[in-house]
């Protein structure tokens, strides 16, 4: 098959040939592709694990020709969403309240698409894919329009569960070959012993200088954790995340009254209004921001809100694939709140390969915004072709 360009004559024919796209182009199509690649090592955390990264590509195409990305990653142990609900959602609620919108129709897109209740991952896709088409309008970086604040992040990793030995080679390697210095350990589904022992390993390995946080998932209860901050005290952990369940009211809030750093909430506020809950009820002194489930408008909602009651903010990671990465970066680089301690982003990493023309660099411990306009990203048509499930 060939490709012609239209001649002098047709754009003479078609008087939108020169017409500059708008960002009052109304948006003709919302595309939900599912795709799969495989992890060249599975992934366990305390509520599930994952060996293929079965996400979904959203495309936001206009009448002006652009198209916008991103990607919905389903975590049906966390947020109730799988692969096939994901498309369904798009294709049967979500697009056909969103065609026929422009561009400029966020907050009328937004509201649409909270009359479905939750799909939190299909919805953000559609906000941020919308974004990536507004920067390609404007041709101006993500980022900027966001916010601007800065153009990289320090890039923090998580290890799973693997023994104390191996998960300290592991660190020792994304240090000393991409400069990464801060890492997530992920605890709470084996006995605390075992989890306090890999934390002491990377301790060592890494010596004073290195950032060492927990992620527990939910898996351990109050006391639990209580016993393990005990045993970790000399580790010297810079945060612990979702130790325990949000709904274990009372106990869950004995935790953080006596836990001596910043104490994160991350499954529990997937809504700013559950943000608002968690802070003022004491169950957690800080904020996850995933842009997976708040997209890019309600995650500045979040940080504001943050910056309002005085917490602290991080990037996490929803174990996004290298779209939802960029999409990490762009929003965690917008703001200053964001910016200020390593974000989530090198994931990707553990994916045997991904959609995009141009491979993610993490080079001195940083991940640098993409220079182009909207979020700065190609797919290779060839590779979707290959790892796409719907054909």
Not at 5 to 22: K, Q, T, Y
Not at 91 to 110: C, I, N, T, W, Y
Not at 147 to 165: I, K, N, Y
Not at 174 to 180: A, K
């Amino acid at each position: 098959m060939s490709i012609t360009s239209p001649s002098f004559a047709d754009e003479a024919l078609d008087p939108s040939a020169h017409r500059p796209a708008s960002v009052e182009s109304k948006i003709v199509a919302v595309r939900a592709i599912p795709y799969a690649i495989p992890y060249s090592k599975p992934l366990h955390f305390a509520s599930g694990s994952i060996d293929v990264a079965d996400n979904v590509l959203v495309e936001v195409e206009t009448e002006d020709g652009i198209v916008g990305f991103a990607e919905a990653p389903p975590r049906p142990y966390t947020y109730g969403e799988t692969q096939e609900s994901i498309v369904a959602a798009i294709d049967r609620l979500f697009a056909p309240a969103v065609v026929g919108l422009a561009l400029s129709d966020r907050e009328k897109v937004r509201v649409r698409l909270e009359r479905t209740v939750g799909n939190p991952t299909a919805k953000s896709a559609i906000d941020m894919a919308m974004w990536d088409a507004i920067g390609k309008t404007f041709n101006t970086p993500v980022h900027k329009l966001l916010g601007g604040h800065a153009d990289g992040l320090r890039v923090s990793h998580m290890l799973g569960f693997d023994p104390p030995a191996s998960v300290a080679e592991q660190a020792l390697v994304l240090r000393d070959e991409l400069g990464v210095t801060s890492f997530k350990i992920k605890v709470g589904r084996r006995p605390i012993r075992l989890d306090v022992a890999v934390c002491q390993a990377v301790r060592d390995a890494l010596g004073p200088e290195a950032e060492i946080y927990i992620d527990g998932n939910r898996g351990w209860s109050a006391a639990e954790s209580a016993e393990a901050l005990r045993m970790l005290a000399d580790v010297g952990l810079s945060r612990v995340e979702e130790l325990c369940p949000a709904d274990d009211i009372l106990s869950r809030r004995w935790l953080v009254a006596q836990c001596t750093v910043p104490f994160v909430a991350d499954e529990s506020v997937a809504t700013p209004a559950n943000v608002t809950r968690e802070i003022l009820s004491g169950a957690a002194t800080a904020i996850s921001i995933k842009t997976a489930r708040t997209g890019f408008s309600d995650s500045l909602r979040v940080s504001h809100l943050a910056e309002g009651l005085g917490v602290e903010v991080v990037i996490g990671n929803q174990i996004d694939g290298h779209i939802g990465t960029i999409c990490s970066l762009a929003f965690g680089a917008s703001q200053a709140s964001t910016s200020r301690h390593a974000a989530e982003l090198s994931n990707y990493l553990d994916m045997a390969d991904h959609l995009l023309t141009e491979p993610l660099r993490i080079a001195d411990g940083e991940m640098r915004v993409l220079p182009g306009a909207g979020l700065g990203i190609e797919i290779d048509p060839e590779k979707l072709a290959r790892y796409r499930t719907d054909n």
